[in-house]
């Protein structure tokens, strides 16, 4: 998965400025390469105490989300031992009238030279937060001076290696090149980054959710308690990641990977917005013809969930006409990148978003209006993304996530088909079959292709496997609980469309409903329309009580 760029921190003291300014254009040009990495400096101005606030503060906030530091030190300052005052106060109460040369020589032969202070205080910050492992030293001097004893650093400071680079931008910048480089590129091995080809043509590309967040951004997000806090610290984080980001291809993709939880946002999803106004705004870098088709795809996305969000009654043939519209815009675009070797989370958006919305455009088109061609490319493109996403896919890794909604969706959709006449039926069946094999896909269980009932106990059972899958890997509560929700809709549909109201399973999932309503305070929308559910399974148990 994409996630946001790692910054590399870069500390420096008066004398090493040129150094750290070349290590911020080394670190620019392998960013330019494809490493996501981003290098971050503290300026004069950071450091400037007429600014106001805490120095330290500010530190931090720059280096918050370094992994990696490279500090800089340098011949800046002399130190000497803290009685010196004492030995010249001594000199001239024994009735010396100046200091001589010889004098200078005797008390100050034992100084040592160090490096500026705010370094030493940087130093501190990045030995707690990322530790030695994750610290470069380069010195402009030669390192046998620290070990020699003419250098200082405080007596506890770790035992670690230094590497020299001596010379200065005018005289020797071909010759220090290659050592700044060097020292880039052992940063890059130990953080294990690789160059990232354009992600939008990546055929190869993985998408692991469980790979949403490392096991440290989870603990974080676990220890905000206040559940809607913790959504609005998943938005900031998801805004501040695409922020890093520098190539539109990244943002793009970033966007399509996450747009799946946008739902669960009842609060917010400023990071989308704020996305979207990073890719629009390119700074004179043009999108190019596939990248503005991604853009308009995710553009039709949200309309499509606007619409979703705000349906009513009153407004039932505008939402159709616009479910029907967005179904054929997608459908174009998927076309326009048929013969486009593309990242498959593309495609597995672009399918199930038109399965999604010409079902959704017969569902709330009037008789006389129905198309049975809508449920035909709905199924058609759900059977694409079921296959894009299946682990009989040879050429795909199973995305459990999309596998599961793909599925659910499908039976909706092969629902409806089954409720048609007969010789309609069959008439439809012979253009999805037909459809299936222009499209190159082979269903192994020939079952599963109309069978909406078979459908919709897969779709539950892999709803049911997010709830394990992301609870071992640890996903932040909400969006934990969210999934959970999720499984348990999946479960209630099923017994509504078939009418059937086992008591025992629906009482554990009215256990678990509760369970979960505690803990959350989010996916409001979803947690209403379970209780309406609940409340009309009531009439269906042996006693009315749940």
Known sequence: MIKGYKD????????????????NDALLEYQKQ??????????????????GGDILTRIQTTFKNAVYAFVLLGEEEIAFDSD????????????KKE?????????????????????????????????????????????????????????????VHFTKIIGNVADDFERMEPAIKRCVETAIVKLRINAEKNPIYN??????????????????????????????????????????LTRNSERLIYILERIVFTSYFDVSYSWLTNGLALI?????????????????????????????????????????????????????????????????VIRVVLNDYIGLAYRASWEGANVDNKDSEWLVQSALALHDCINLTSKNNP??????????????????????????????NISLKEKINQGLKLLGISIIIKEELFDWKLNMEIACNRRKEWSNSFT?????????????????????????????????????LYDNFNEIISRSSSSISLIARLHYTFEKFRKFTDNGDL
């Open 203 to 244: 055929e190869q590309y993985d998408l692991d959710y469980t790979e949403l967040f490392t096991e440290k951004e989870a603990h974080q997000l676990e220890a905000i308690k206040d559940r809607q806090k913790q959504l609005i610290a998943i938005d900031e984080k998801w805004s501040e990641e695409l922020n890093s």
């Open 280 to 344: 629009t705004n390119t700074n004179g870098n043009e999108l190019s013809e596939n990248e503005m088709s991604i853009l308009t795809l995710i553009h039709l996305v949200r309309e499509y969930i606007s619409l979703r969000n705000n349906f009513s009654i009153d407004n039932q043939d505008y939402t159709h006409l616009g479910y029907l519209k967005i179904a054929k815009q997608l459908s174009q675009i998927k076309e326009q990148l048929k013969n486009v070797s593309v990242n498959i």
């Open 84 to 95: 010196i005052m004492s030995k010249i106060d001594e000199l001239f109460s024994n009735g």
């Open 8 to 23: 590399i921190a870069i500390i420096w003291g008066r004398k090493t400025k040129y150094l750290a300014l070349m290590l």
């Open 395 to 424: 050429s795909a890794k199973a995305h459990s996530l999309w596998h599961g909604y793909s599925y659910f969706n499908l039976a909706r959709t092969n629902r409806y088909i089954s409720k048609l006449s007969s010789i309609e």
């Open 34 to 51: 494809g490493y996501p990495i981003s290098p971050k400096m503290c300026y004069d101005k950071t450091l400037d105490r007429a600014e």
């Open 472 to 508: 071992v890997k640890g996903f932040p509560t909400e969006l934990e609980i969210a999934l959970r929700l999720e499984y348990i809709y999946a479960e209630t549909h099923r017994y509504e469309l078939l009418k059937c109201y086992p008591k025992e399973k629906i009482e554990k």
């Open 99 to 159: 200091i001589t040369k010889s004098d200078f020589i005797q008390f100050f032969s034992k100084h040592k030279i160090r490096t500026t202070q705010n370094v030493i205080m940087e130093c501190g910050h990045f030995f707690h937060a990322i530790g030695t492992d994750n610290i470069s030293f380069i010195t402009n001097f030669e390192p046998n001076k620290i070990i020699g004893g003419e250098y200082e650093l405080p007596t506890d400071f770790p035992t």
